[in-house]
C-alpha cells in the first residue's frame, strides 16, 4: 500500500459528460501528480501541484483541469468527454517539489471508461 | 493498473534465472533515470534510480547500469522470482519537480 488514494476505482460515463477523479497524498506530502495511462501511449504526465499551487504542466488538455486543495487532496477534472479519454489516471505524490531522485508513490489509479 | 493492450515487449524467463530490462532514453539532460514496476491492479512502484553521474547502482536482487555513450539503461534481476512477473518502466527525471517521462514498458513473465 503506497499511502496514496484514489477515489472511484471505476467509473464509466458517457461521451460529452464530465467527471472528478479525487486523490489523498501520503501523509506528509506535499506535490500531488497526475499521469494518464492509456492503451496507446503508455505513462503521461498531465500535471504536479505543490502545497496548493500548480507546479508543472505536462500534455494536459484543455478540457482537463485540476487543483490542489488546503487540505492537500487534488482533484482532476474531465470535461466534454470523448472515447479517447478511456484510461487509466493514476495519482502520485511526493515530500518535495524540486529535483529529486524521481521516486513517487502512486495509487492504484482510477479506471475510466467513455462509451 | 496493468498496461493492458499496449503491445508491450515481453520478457520469458524461467524462476531462479536472472533477467535484464533494457531501455533507451534520449535525453543527455536527465538528471535521474528510475525504474518502476507495475502489478497487475495497481500502480508504478518504485524499484530503484540512478544519478546521471553514476554508471551502476546495486539494490536488493537489483542493478541499474546506465551507459550514457549510447544512452541506454538496463535493470538487472536476480534470481528472478515469480513476484517479479509485472511490467517495467524506466522512466527519466528532466526536469525539476519530478516531472518523469516513462519509456514504454517491458512485460516480464516468470515461468515456475
Known amino acids: 500500500d503506497s499511502g496514496v488514494t484514489q477515489t472511484p476505482k471505476h467509473l464509466i460515463t458517457a461521451t460529452g459528460q464530465r467527471v472528478t477523479l479525487r486523490c489523498s497524498p501520503r501523509?506528509?506530502?506535499?506535490?500531488v501528480y497526475w499521469y494518464q495511462q492509456s492503451l496507446d501511449q503508455g505513462l503521461q504526465f498531465l500535471i504536479q501541484y505543490y502545497n496548493g499551487e500548480e507546479r508543472a504542466k505536462g500534455n494536459i488538455l484543455e478540457r482537463f483541469s485540476a487543483q490542489q486543495f488546503p487540505d492537500l487532496h487534488s482533484e482532476l477534472n474531465l470535461s466534454s468527454l470523448e472515447l479517447g479519454d478511456s484510461a487509466l489516471y493514476f495519482c502520485?505524490?511526493?515530500?518535495?517539489?524540486?529535483?529529486?531522485?524521481?521516486?513517487?508513490?502512486f495509487g492504484e489509479g482510477s479506471r475510466l471508461t467513455v462509451l | 493498473g496493468e498496461s493492458v493492450g499496449l503491445h508491450l515487449p515481453t520478457l520469458s524467463v524461467q524462476e531462479g534465472d536472472n533477467s535484464i530490462i533494457n531501455c533507451a532514453y534520449s535525453?543527455?539532460?536527465?538528471?535521474?533515470f528510475i525504474w518502476y514496476k507495475q502489478e497487475s491492479g495497481k500502480g508504478p512502484q518504485f524499484i530503484i534510480d540512478?544519478?546521471?553521474?553514476?554508471d551502476k547502482r546495486q539494490g536488493q536482487r537489483v542493478t541499474v547500469l546506465l551507459n550514457k555513450t549510447v544512452k541506454h539503461l538496463s535493470l538487472q534481476i536476480a534470481a528472478t522470482q515469480p513476484g517479479d512477473s509485472a511490467v517495467y518502466f524506466c522512466?527519466?527525471?528532466?526536469?525539476?519537480?519530478?516531472?518523469?517521462?516513462f519509456g514504454g514498458g517491458t512485460r516480464v513473465l516468470v515461468k515456475p
Open positions: 501523509s506528509g506530502d506535499l506535490s
Open positions: 535525453n543527455s539532460a536527465s538528471d535521474y
Open positions: 522512466a527519466e527525471n528532466r526536469a525539476a519537480g519530478n516531472k518523469l517521462t
Open positions: 540512478i544519478r546521471s553521474n553514476m
Open positions: 502520485a505524490s511526493s515530500v518535495a517539489s524540486g529535483s529529486a531522485t524521481g521516486e513517487l508513490f
